[in-house]
């Protein structure tokens, strides 16, 4: 089952360069290490040691931030777009 | 001398002063590290240079991340000083305290910015920056008081800008945003779905996004209040500051400003008890710091106060750890204490807020209520924006008399005479 994950700029660089990667994988967890498995820099830069996201790292499913869903365990449709991006970004 | 890099907050790896915000290993913010130690010597000389300097936020130029120092007069074609912010004043608001109980309370009025919040502080810094650097587009993530702030910047130094906000915004804070000529685009969502869009579309489009990629720079402003509350002080440090939070970014900088100044030793005393202020219809902080957690969770935002609508903070985390380490609290109000703590403000002070100095005036009601604040406390309030800017929230909450123009019907409709209540 084939999704698309949108990279940030931030990331591109340990990802050959592109800005999306499409992968295999039914929930936000499987996507994720279906895309460790092909550029195994992005692991470290996303995950802590115990495998968990950084807390400065944001995943949307369809637009949706996956902590309003099941977070890694968030269920993901064929053709449905895994975006990451930093959380840093705006406010005031 | 000034700002030398740009260090991450998490894992302190070290970038040159360009337009980024986002550590390329672990994905932590960036934050603007400085070498004052040549600010070291003469504390008297230094404080006089400070107060000769302009009446503008430029009066700081040494402790904000400019390589340039401060924005020099116009040139013909743009304007380099831009739209100066800040000096706003320090009120002293004794029957504000009188109502409350409390000793004595100061009102810091960022209203009285050139687009009426304190968000000119942070735009002017990040504009200033964002020519140093060469962009051309200035562009932003906005709740309203920001996109009112960037168009009218941009306006000033003959930029282009790009405002992007949530479509249901006040209509106050969209009309004062457009009048200046900026592209307005109204995003269907609410504002962690503006921010979103904006993170994106700054990796794709060369534009100086004030609070995306120049979110290092601009964020500095925000200490800018700090040094004013302590210059205005006297070279001192209240004891408590009530601060709004939205993202966590301007509270947490209020604290960074205090903190440089004492440890460069330009002000006494110590760091203020710093109290967090949040509306319960948006709380991921306040939630967050009741539940004893040190990161939040993101919530979809349902409150008046819209300028403080982000349910997605960036600063959360620290935020957090400020309330922790500084003694202080976060706090939430509802939707009615906010309207009430406008009123209150109004009534006591003279000073019509909008809804984000509700929740502050309602956050300190509520700490004075529960016996929080000793007597002999001196504390701030930050007031960030104007009550013109959200004049729904306050509708029929106060008594109107219509009458004829006789003096009778004055007499009889509004001194009530005769009428027994």
Redesign the interface.
């Known amino acids: 089952m084939s999704v698309t994950v949108?990279l940030?700029?931030?990331l591109r660089?340990a990802a050959g360069g592109v800005s999306a990667v499409n992968v295999d994988g039914d929930t936000v967890g499987a996507v994720l290490d279906a895309l460790f498995e092909l550029h195994g820099e992005l692991r470290d830069?996303?995950t802590d040691e115990s495998g968990d996201l950084?807390?400065?790292?944001?995943v949307?499913v369809g637009?949706e931030?996956i902590?309003?869903a099941e977070a890694l365990e968030t269920k993901v449709q064929a053709g449905q777009e895994v975006?990451i991006?930093?959380?840093?970004?705006?406010?005031? | 001398m000034g700002a030398t890099s740009l260090n991450c907050r998490?894992c302190g790896s070290e970038y040159e002063l360009d337009a980024s915000?986002?550590c390329?290993?672990?994905?932590?913010?960036?934050e603007v590290a400085y070498d004052h130690s040549g600010l070291t010597g003469d504390i008297a000389a230094l404080r006089r240079r400070i107060q000769g300097g302009p009446q503008n936020i430029w009066r700081y130029a040494d402790f904000l991340p400019l390589t340039g120092g401060q924005p020099g007069p116009s040139a013909r074609a743009s304007s380099r000083a831009g739209l100066p912010a800040g000096c706003t004043p320090l009120i002293r608001a004794d029957r504000l305290a009188e109502r409350l109980g409390l000793g004595e309370v100061w009102v810091k009025n960022d209203a009285a910015n050139p687009t009426h919040s304190?968000?000119d502080r942070?735009v002017s810094v990040a504009a200033a920056r964002a020519r140093e650097l060469g962009f051309e587009v200035l562009a932003c993530?906005s709740?309203g008081?920001?996109a009112n702030s960037v168009a009218a910047h941009a306006a000033a130094l003959g930029l282009e800008s790009y405002v992007f906000i949530p479509a249901d915004l006040e209509e106050q804070k969209i009309l004062a945003t457009g009048v200046y000529g900026t592209n307005l685009v109204k995003v269907r969502g609410n504002?962690?779905?503006v921010?979103?869009l904006?993170?994106?579309l700054?990796?794709e489009r060369d534009w100086a996004?004030v609070?995306?990629n120049l979110?290092p720079y601009y964020a500095e402003g925000s200490k800018t209040i700090a040094y004013e509350i302590a210059e205005q002080m006297g070279w001192s440090t209240p004891d408590r500051i009530v601060a709004p939070v939205?993202?966590?970014?301007?509270y947490t900088k209020v604290a960074k400003g205090f903190s440089e100044w004492l440890d460069l030793g330009i002000i006494e005393g110590g760091l203020p008890v710093m109290h967090g202020a949040q509306a319960a219809g948006c709380s991921p902080v306040a939630q967050a710091w009741d539940a004893g957690h040190d990161?939040c969770?993101?919530v979809?935002p349902d409150t008046i106060a819209k300028?403080?609508a982000?349910g997605?903070?960036?600063?959360g985390?620290y935020a957090l750890e400020l309330a922790r380490s500084s003694g202080g609290t976060i706090e939430s109000v509802t939707d009615d204490e906010v309207r009430q703590g406008i009123r209150l403000l109004a009534e006591t002070t003279g000073v019509f807020t909008e809804t984000a100095g509700g929740v502050t005036t309602a956050s300190l009601a509520k700490l004075a209520a529960r016996g929080a604040i000793g007597p002999d406390e001196r504390v701030v309030l930050v007031i960030?924006g104007e009550g013109l800017k959200t004049l729904d929230a306050v509708r029929g909450t106060f008594e109107e008399f219509e009458i004829d123009a006789s003096y009778g019907a004055f007499v009889r409709d509004v001194e009530r005479e005769g009428v027994t209540a």
């Open positions: 949108k940030p700029t931030q660089e830069r996303l950084r807390r400065f790292v944001n949307y637009g931030d902590r309003f975006q991006l930093p959380a840093v970004a705006g406010g005031c | 998490e915000y986002v390329g290993r672990c994905f932590g913010p960036l304190f968000k942070v993530a709740t008081n920001l504002y962690d779905d921010n979103r904006c993170t994106e700054s990796g996004f609070n995306v979110r939205a993202s966590g970014s301007l990161v969770r993101p979809k300028s403080l982000i997605n903070p960036a600063d985390p960030t």
